[in-house]
């Protein structure tokens, strides 16, 4: 059974800061490793899709590395700003491929 | 962003009563997925389905229920409400594939609130 933990589940950081966020994954058989923004009161947003075929993605000021051996996935943020402050979810797909399975978040909270 | 919406967005009945949550999307992605989101637990795959009348159960089905009788509506249904079943509904839709570069699409959520 694929399960889903990240840590930290809280991060303060002053603007202008690199972050990293921490995933891992049990069952390292995935297609893909995706993150999730989600902001106060609202669904998520995809940020980054790693395929399995993959080891990073990038987008903007935002990466997400994923090592399938190591069960694990990290989403770095570079210079980050007020705006950056959220909920950042990771997903990886259930052991047939049908759905995901969630961490339970990091909330980030950037100070200006 | 995806066609997604969710009704009702707000909710509040009473334990023992009947509800019906509404997803309708406008994408033709063949999954649509309910889950609920509570504090400390995450996002919690209730029920999802991959085609018009195919269902399956997810990690937290006791005590709801799902149809999905057209592309485009996903209904999950709360047979007796409970207390416990306070939390937050979000739908999803998608298609899942091998290659994994298909991602999900998530809805804006409903807020329910059993009394």
């Known amino acids: 059974k694929q399960e889903v933990t990240q840590i930290p589940a809280a991060l303060s950081v002053p603007e202008g800061e690199n972050l990293v966020l921490n995933c891992s994954f049990t069952?390292?058989?995935?297609?893909?490793l995706q993150w999730f923004r989600q902001d106060p009161g609202k669904g998520l947003t995809s940020l980054l899709l790693?395929?399995?075929?993959?080891r990073e993605q990038t987008s903007g000021r935002l990466n997400a590395s994923l090592d399938k051996s190591s069960g694990r996935s990290t989403l770095y943020i570079a210079a980050s700003q007020p705006g950056d402050s959220a909920t950042y979810l990771c997903?990886?797909?259930?052991?047939?491929?049908?759905?995901?399975?969630f961490g339970k978040g990091t909330t980030l909270s950037v100070s200006s | 962003d995806a066609g997604i919406t969710q009704s009702p967005r707000h909710k509040v009945t009473e334990t023992g009563t009947p509800v019906t949550l509404r997803c309708h999307q406008t994408e033709n992605h063949r999954y649509m997925y309910w889950y609920r989101q509570d504090p400390g637990h995450g996002l919690r795959l209730i029920h999802y389905s991959y085609g018009v009348k195919d269902t399956d159960k997810g990690e937290v089905s006791d005590g709801y229920s799902v149809s999905r009788s057209k592309t485009e509506d996903f209904l999950l249904t709360l047979e007796s409400a409970t207390s416990s079943q306070t939390s937050v509904y979000f739908c999803a839709t998608g298609n899942p594939s091998t290659s994994g570069a298909e991602t999900q699409y998530f809805g804006p959520g409903t807020r329910l609130l059993v009394l």
């Open positions: 997903a990886a797909p259930n052991q047939a491929g049908t759905a995901l399975i």
């Open positions: 790693i395929q399995s075929s993959q």
């Open positions: 069952d390292s058989a995935i297609y893909n």
